[in-house]
């Protein structure tokens, strides 16, 4: 399956993330591993009915920093 | 002289008994790596002349009466992630080629201080994530059972050092596997205890809140005896957990009797189906434990995938924070495999590492109350056989969760011990999982298990 991601704005996240990649990394990230992560991510962002106020694993405790 | 293979717990009663020479048995390891490793490549650093040094001091404290221990004479190896003072730690990797720590990671003087002989550093994927790789200054770690054939990793050199019998047990890391993997293609035994059980400290971070330290060797007891060292709390380590550190062989001798063991069936059946040697492992192995006494029953879990997700996206993002100023001026030094998945890191948003964040959360609240009258889970380490080493597709571990991301996500103790052979002769696994801190539960059924069948008994027909 193809990435939801455009090939310019793929392009665009590699710039905007500082990484000098060539054309043709960017063609291979693009279409073969983005499609995998967009999976994923899209994955996590569930349960459509996650309360907001769902904790992260890790949580900040000021007596242990 | 030494017999050709002994394990750590064998060796131990020999040396204690007068009866092996650490010395000799330093030796014959340093013969068979001579023969061995240029076809294995298991080392990326010998250290013969030290390891014969400490041999030497070994024998003379077991000769006066002031061995250290079980493993005072045991000759042992160390991922090359772990800081050693004055020899290089290089990840495998062109940017840390010369690199020499002045300091020992915790783990590391903690086994040294149990006598331990140390034979050199070990392969590893770049980083512990990047490889198989051809394009790094040392080639990768190749498999005893069959040398086209890929160790898995990140920890291949431990993997392919043991099994070869190169060394009688050795350190590795698990953000995602990297110590079930190689002990699962590679026929050993590999722990990943509790996160928080072992120090990462000194150790090269992957990610942060998925990096374990843990043992490889031979069998379940012998990594039960490298962990006995490498355990306990280190406060210059921010998750080492503050907490009792049991014998973890004390409870060997109980067999499996009275073990609650959930089979996690959906795992290998339906969310990523293993191969025909796969399952007949997993289901002889679940006749064993009834065999032994265990209470068998099934257990449902989130999918492979949930846990994949959530475990792959954390690791990435905490990946890409370590590597970030090295990703924007050394690209092109680091190996292809590992640039390219580092940069997903640095292309997901901080709101889906977060969510990701949460949904550990939940999946560790599931898999806890799942296991609520289990004592163990059992499923496989690797849905297959070894593949050949070259010709890897190099997005292919991207295209299937594996079978041991759960458990970094949820951060319990799990283990890999030898379940069979399947084509080709390649080995099998099962995976045996526990309780926050029951290591000593896991290595118990490990053991049992073990003891109970014959696969032990074969070694690569390379090393015979």
């Known amino acids: 399956m193809p990435a939801k991601t455009s090939r310019a704005d793929f392009a665009a996240l590699v710039r905007r993330a500082g990484l000098a990649l060539t054309d043709a990394q ?40 | ?28 390891c340093l013969d068979r790596v001579a023969k061995l490793d240029p076809t294995l490549h298991a080392f990326i650093l010998h250290t013969p002349e030290r390891a014969l ?40 990797s062109k940017l840390l080629q010369h690199d020499v720590p002045d300091h020992d990671a915790f783990t590391v003087a903690k086994l040294a201080d149990a006598g331990t002989v140390m034979l050199g550093k070990l392969s590893t994927h770049e980083f512990a994530m990047g490889g198989p790789s051809f394009d790094l200054p040392w080639p990768p770690a190749r498999n005893p059972w069959d040398p086209a054939r890929f160790t898995s ?18 350190t590795g890391s698990d953000t995602g596997g990297s110590i079930r993997g190689p002990a699962a293609l590679c026929g050993i035994a590999g722990i990943k205890p509790t996160y928080g059980r072992c120090s990462r400290a000194g150790v090269l971070p992957l990610s942060f809140t998925l990096d374990h330290t843990g043992p490889l060797a031979w069998t379940a007891e012998d990594c039960a005896m490298l962990l006995q060292a490498m355990a306990g709390h280190d406060p210059s380590d921010p998750a080492s957990a503050d907490v009792p550190v049991p014998d973890f062989r004390a409870d060997l001798h109980k067999g499996a ?16 189906p293993a191969n025909p040697a796969v399952l007949k492992g997993i289901e002889e192995a679940i006749a064993v434990f009834r065999a032994e006494g265990a209470d068998i029953r099934d257990v449902t879990l989130p ?10 996206i954390i690791l990435i993002s905490e990946a890409y924070a370590v590597h970030e100023p090295w990703m924007k001026t050394r690209y092109n030094d680091y190996g292809e495999l590992l640039r390219d998945r580092l940069a997903l890191g640095g292309l997901i948003s901080a709101a889906d590492y977060f969510q990701a964040v949460r949904r550990r959360r939940e999946l560790c609240q599931i898999t806890a ?13 690797s849905a297959t056989e070894a593949p050949l080493l070259e010709g890897m597709p190099k997005w292919t571990s991207m295209e299937k969760p594996g079978f041991t ?10 283990i890999s011990v030898c379940s069979g052979f399947g084509e080709g002769g390649m080995p099998v696994s099962i995976q045996l999982t526990g309780h926050p801190f029951a290591e000593q539960t896991v290595v118990r059924a490990a053991h049992a298990y073990e003891t109970a069948t014959q696969w032990r008994r074969r070694r690569p027909a390379l090393a015979s």
């Open chain 2, 405 to 414: 991301y759960p458990f970094n996500v949820t951060g319990l103790p799990a």
């Open chain 2, 153 to 170: 990793g990140s920890s291949s050199g431990t993997g392919a050092g043991v099994a070869a019998g190169l060394f009688l047990g050795g």
């Open chain 2, 53 to 92: 040094a400490e041999a030497r001091a070994a024998e003379a404290r077991v000769m006066q009466g002031r061995a250290r221990g079980p493993l005072d004479g045991i000759p042992i190896a160390h991922k090359d992630i772990y800081c050693t003072a004055g020899l290089p730690t290089t990840a495998h």
């Open chain 2, 1 to 28: 002289m030494a017999a050709p293979h002994v394990t750590i717990a064998e060796a131990s009663a020999l040396i204690a008994a007068k009866k092996l020479s650490p010395v000799e048995l330093t030796q014959t």
């Open chain 2, 257 to 272: 009797k009275g073990l609650r063991i959930g089979v996690v069936r959906h795992f290998h059946e339906k969310d990523v």
């Open chain 2, 369 to 381: 109350a799942a296991m609520a009258d289990v004592d163990l889970l059992l499923t496989t380490a």
């Open chain 1, 26 to 65: 960017i063609d291979d990230i693009h279409a073969n591993a983005w499609p995998i992560m967009e999976r994923l991510c899209e994955s996590v962002r569930g349960p459509a009915d996650r309360d907001r106020a769902v904790e992260p694993a890790h949580t900040f405790k000021p007596e242990q920093n």
């Open chain 2, 303 to 312: 999918s492979l995938e949930d846990y994949r997700a959530a475990g792959f």
